[in-house]
């Protein structure tokens, strides 16, 4: 630090210290925390008495909590005129006891069906889909009968390679005649695609809702939101004499969709669609979209990827602004936020069907919110809480929400034998914690709390409050910049039967590569911002730093992202030529979204990151780095990362701790969390010459320690602690050397012959091979179907003993071999399980459909708690691990189906020394 920051950072802190300690409006929000920052409780029916409901109120207050998130009652949804006193009764006298409200928007979810009002009278509003039903065969002249629907495009292809050859595909839509199509000269082994436009409602989202099955809306059609508005926003404001401000912090919408997506098991694919989209489509592209449908769908010998891209992006377009824009500027048109979650936020490659573009359609909330249905730390989407944060971030809103709960501890199946699960106080203050952590500062409720006393709930609701304070009129400070690689999917991506399970393994990579960075950038302790296309085309580029409104990058790291705009490219490449650093995972630069390939862009990709196939460093003559981290070297980030820039924050060892760093008006803030149920003691060194004060949110209280001393903390289980400083600096960067990493030191396991466990109707072989392609013995396994349609899983496990520890290591390494055209797509899995019998579970990121060799790096940070585990107040043992298995299950194949993998011997990667 130069004298002069230290002399800028002195006098900010005496002004921290004079506005805060003498005037103390913080301090005094943080010792008894304002009603909006704690937690609301959802109420979807207010009592119909006055008397009940100042019970109901009388009892809020009693426990702690700060207000509600709620609705006309459900009952005669929208008709019912006493519901509707009950409602504009009941928000007079919970405003009138000064709490916070959030307003739901829906009848159950998903929102957009107005508990099917909006599509009465307006059949044209509802959700349309391309279904495409595939058919193959290999005899002459084949007479087929056409899916239901109307037809838009028949396709005719030999069925000869995995690559469509566009010059062999025949429009056979001219042949469909009263129910029937026959290909009168169709080749020796043919497949017919038939893309059929029909309702989309069956095996959706909708048609498996919890709450009500109504049939949906169409998100893209501007109508069908507009004439939600009118019943559902529009009422709600005459109701409260157009003042929906003076009662509301925001609305609440909760988990709208396309519907393009099937969450059961189905027999064809589909892609989203409306009457407008190939106009639409043809009018911004220059081609129609019946030219797009076999890119769409399969791999092809023509322009898979730019059409892919200008099919998404068109998808993205029209849902950001017909669904979300929409909604947005009528809220903001009546002085409130727009809020609530979309559907699957943890999920990047389901974002696609779903959305087009998840990133864009969530950044037209101004209130970003999540979803967050677990109540056990180790099971809570954090990094959904970092994705819906970070567009918060980008568009400098304040507020942000998780709508949180222990419904995945309490719901059970008719078949689900697992007892209910209640959460503790403590499990439920790590879930908050996560969230707070990363940047949700609202949270909404459908905890039960079961035997939770009031003195507890306070205590929760105090800790909500205290922490959400802080944090909410703070901003993120961070280095570093996480790419969201939607155009890197969008390339990639075709349709499946069921999730994204038989997408491309190709897509499949983008999503692990992004979600990998993600989890070992969080378990560094590494704050991060995620930022998209549109920010990077905006950006500044100001001496080696990446600047987009206050907020300013250092480090800018791809996640498999090898398509982007040539403006971000462009931007991207200005940042290495000034000395900023760029970091490549898996893939390098390859297309722009103008062109698929684009030579410009892997000229660009050359010169920043060489063209080695091993972990490697460029350095530029002003400065500027590119490093390479190649498939399979990917988890070396945090270690890479802390050879450019030390961390800002030192912690005696703890593995549990997690830290993010945000800044106050006058000063810097450390919020540090224990995500261990183990009480934890140690140090933590501030990079600052001042005092640091630590406000616990536990009992409000404030500790000051002297100037230039570590800050000794002793942190309970699922506890935390804000240390308060004067503004930081940064941290200076480390020189590094060009040329090329050591690689992971790749150590094999004691080499056991596996085991196999499978489903009861699945007939197993198991027997030793050569993996094709490969210098190593394996095992190939086989699972023969006995039974039709049932759940049916298959597994190698390799059984250690004695166990294997695996604390010295970041990931498990094997390579597996997939045969082609295999019909299975469910992931290929790793479970691992410990002396206790705790198990874990992670996906490879490989389909079981997805041919070829894969060389499998599984990091041992994706590893969860496996959902059949009974031991759930136990984390897995990683240095006493008994067996570990690959396979699969949870597949529902035809009988007489043959599923097939082969496996190599197992091995475990340690870090090298860089």
């Not at 010059?167 to 009263?178: F, I, M």
Request: hydrophobic fraction near 40%.
């Amino acid at each position: 630090m130069t004298g002069r920051t230290v002399l800028y950072a002195a006098v900010l802190w005496q002004l921290f210290c004079t506005s805060v300690f003498a005037a103390a409006p913080l301090q005094e929000r943080f010792a008894n925390p304002p009603a909006d920052t704690r937690i609301l409780r959802i109420i979807h029916h207010l009592p119909a008495t006055e008397e009940l409901r100042a019970h109901l109120y009388n009892r809020f207050a009693a426990m702690g909590f700060g207000g509600m998130a709620t609705n006309v009652s459900f009952d005669s949804y929208l008709a019912d005129e006493e519901k509707w006193t009950a409602f504009t009764e009941g928000v007079k006298e919970a405003k009138a006891r000064d709490f916070s409200l959030w307003l739901y928007d829906e009848c159950g979810y998903p929102s957009g069906a107005a508990g099917g009002i909006t599509l009465e009278g307006h059949p044209e509003y509802e959700a349309r889909g391309l279904h495409i039903y595939e058919t193959a065969g290999a005899e002459k002249d084949p007479t087929v009968p056409v899916p239901a629907g109307r037809v838009v495009y028949v396709l005719g292809i030999p069925d000869e390679t995995t690559v469509v050859d566009l010059a062999a595909v025949t429009d056979l839509s001219g042949l469909v005649a009263e129910g029937q199509l026959r290909w009168a000269d169709a080749p020796d082994r043919w497949r017919i695609l038939f893309c059929m436009e029909d309702e989309l409602y069956e095996n959706t989202h909708a048609a498996i809702s919890l709450a009500f099955k109504l049939r949906y809306i169409n998100l893209l059609c501007p109508e069908a939101t507009r004439r939600f508005l009118e019943v559902t926003h529009d009422a709600y404001a005459a109701r409260l004499d157009n003042r929906l401000q003076d009662y509301f912090v925001s609305t609440f919408t909760d988990e709208p969709s396309l519907m393009s997506l099937f969450m059961k098991r189905s027999d064809h694919r589909v892609l989203p669609w409306s009457d407008a989209l190939p106009q639409l489509f043809e009018s911004r592209w220059g081609y129609s979209l019946k030219e797009a449908l076999p890119s769409l769908l399969s791999d092809t010998n023509g322009r898979d990827g730019k059409v892919r891209h200008d099919f998404w992006k068109t998808i993205g377009d029209l849902v950001s602004e017909n669904y979300f824009g929409q909604i947005r500027r009528w809220c903001d048109d009546h002085g409130i936020l727009s809020g609530g979650h979309l559907l699957c936020e943890e999920d990047f490659l389901a974002a696609i069907p779903f959305y087009g573009n998840f990133f864009q359609c969530a950044r037209e909330l101004t209130a970003p919110s999540i979803d967050c249905l677990t109540s056990i730390p180790d099971e809570v989407p954090w990094y959904s809480a970092r994705l819906l944060s970070s567009v918060a971030e980008l568009d400098n809103r304040q507020i942000t929400m998780s709508e949180t709960s222990d419904h995945s501890q309490r719901y059970r199946t008719e078949e689900d034998s697992r007892p209910v699960y209640h959460v503790s106080e403590e499990e439920i203050r790590g879930t908050l914690n996560l969230l707070l952590l990363n940047g949700i500062n609202t949270i909404t409720s459908y905890y039960v709390f079961k035997d939770l006393s009031d003195e507890a709930l306070n205590r929760l609701n105090e800790w909500t409050g205290r922490c959400s304070t802080l944090l909410r009129d703070s901003r993120q400070v961070t280095d570093i910049a996480l790419v969201y690689p939607v155009e890197s999917a969008w390339a990639r991506f075709t349709p499946a039967r069921f999730w994204t399970a038989d997408s491309p393994a190709a897509a499949h990579h983008v999503a692990k590569c992004f979600h990998d960075a993600e989890e070992n950038l969080f378990c560094a302790r590494r704050d991060f911002i995620h930022v998209d296309n549109e920010t990077l085309e905006q950006c500044r580029v100001e001496s080696g730093v990446l600047a987009y409104d206050a907020l300013c990058w250092r480090v800018v790291i791809l996640p498999d992202a090898d398509t982007l705009s040539r403006a971000a490219w462009q931007n991207l490449y200005r940042f290495y030529e000034e000395g900023g650093v760029l970091i490549a995972l898996s893939s390098r630069p390859e297309n722009s979204t103008e062109h698929f390939p684009d030579e410009d862009v892997r000229s660009l990709g050359r010169v920043i990151f060489g063209e080695e196939n091993r972990p490697c460093v460029r350095i530029h003559e002003k400065g500027g780095i590119g490093i390479f981290l190649p498939p399979g070297s990917e988890a070396l980030l945090p270690e890479v990362l802390d050879r450019l820039i030390p961390p800002e924050i030192k912690l005696s060892e703890g593995e549990n701790l997690r830290v993010t760093h945000r800044r106050l008006p006058d000063c810097d803030l450390f919020f540090i969390i224990n995500n261990s149920s183990e009480a934890w003691k140690g140090e933590a060194v501030l990079p600052v010459t001042g005092a640091v004060d630590a406000w616990d949110p536990a009992t409000g209280s404030r500790t000051r320690f002297a100037a230039g001393k570590p800050v000794s903390l002793v942190l309970d289980g699922y506890s935390g602690i804000f240390l308060l400083c004067e503004p930081c600096s940064v941290p200076e960067r480390s020189p590094v050397k060009e040329g090329v990493l050591p690689d992971f030191v790749c150590e094999p396991l004691p080499e056991v012959s596996p085991a196999t466990t499978a489903g009861e109707d699945v007939d197993v072989s198991l027997q030793r091979v050569m993996l094709p392609e490969e210098e190593a013995a394996g095992w190939h396994l086989e699972g023969r179907l006995t039974a039709d349609r049932v759940n049916t899983f298959l597994f190698a496990g390799f059984v250690h003993e004695p166990p294997v520890d695996l604390t010295d290591s970041v990931s498990l390494c094997f390579t597996a071999a997939l045969p082609e055209k295999q019909q299975a797509a469910i992931p290929l899995l790793v479970i691992l399980i410990d002396t206790a019998g705790v198990e874990y579970l992670a996906e490879t990121g490989i389909p079981m459909s997805g041919s070829g060799i894969h060389h499998c790096q599984v990091p041992l940070r994706r590893f969860r708690r496996a959902g059949w585990c009974s031991q759930v107040d136990k984390a897995l043992d990683f240095s006493s691990i008994t067996t570990i298995r690959i396979g699969w299950g949870g597949y529902y194949g035809p009988e007489g189906e043959v599923v097939r993998f082969s496996v190599s011997a197992l091995g475990k990667n340690r870090i090298p020394e860089l």
